[in-house]
C-alpha cells in the first residue's frame, strides 16, 4: 500500500478538544495556527455533549474542534491549549494517524516547522 501517494507516519496526530461556542474555539484555533503548532484546526458546530460533572448529569451544546500536528509538539500544544481553554477540566485527546496522503503529511510538517 505504500507508495508515492498514501504513506504511514507515526509522527502525525489529530488532538481533540471542544469550546463552548464558536467564537472561543477560533480564537484558539488561530492562537495555535500563529505558532505554528498546528497545521490546521477544523470546527465542527452542533456538538452535544453530555457527562456527569460534580455528580449532575449535564448536556451542554459545544463546538468540536480537530487538531493537526506532529508528535514532537504535543507537550508544547497541550500547554498552550490548557492556556487558552476556558474549561475547567477540558476534553484533550490525542489520537494516532497511521496513514494519510503524502502532501498532506507533508504540508503539516511544513506547516508546524519553525524555520
Known amino acids: 500500500m505504500e507508495n508515492s501517494t498514501v504513506r504511514h507516519t507515526e509522527e502525525h496526530v489529530v488532538m481533540l478538544t471542544t469550546f463552548p461556542d464558536a467564537a472561543t474555539a477560533t ?9 505554528a503548532l498546528i497545521a490546521c484546526a477544523t470546527l465542527l458546530p452542533g456538538a452535544t455533549s453530555l457527562y456527569v460533572w460534580n455528580d449532575e448529569l449535564m448536556q451542554s451544546s459545544e463546538v468540536q474542534l480537530l487538531l493537526k500536528t506532529r508528535v514532537p509538539l504535543l507537550a508544547e500544544l497541550t500547554e498552550r491549549l490548557l492556556a487558552l481553554h476556558p474549561y475547567e477540566a ?15 503529511l507533508d504540508w503539516v510538517t511544513r506547516s508546524t516547522t519553525v524555520s
Open 27 to 35: 480564537s484558539a484555533a488561530e492562537a495555535l495556527l500563529r505558532d
Open 90 to 104: 477540558p476534553e484533550v485527546l490525542t489520537l494516532p494517524v497511521t496513514w494519510g496522503t503524502t502532501s498532506y
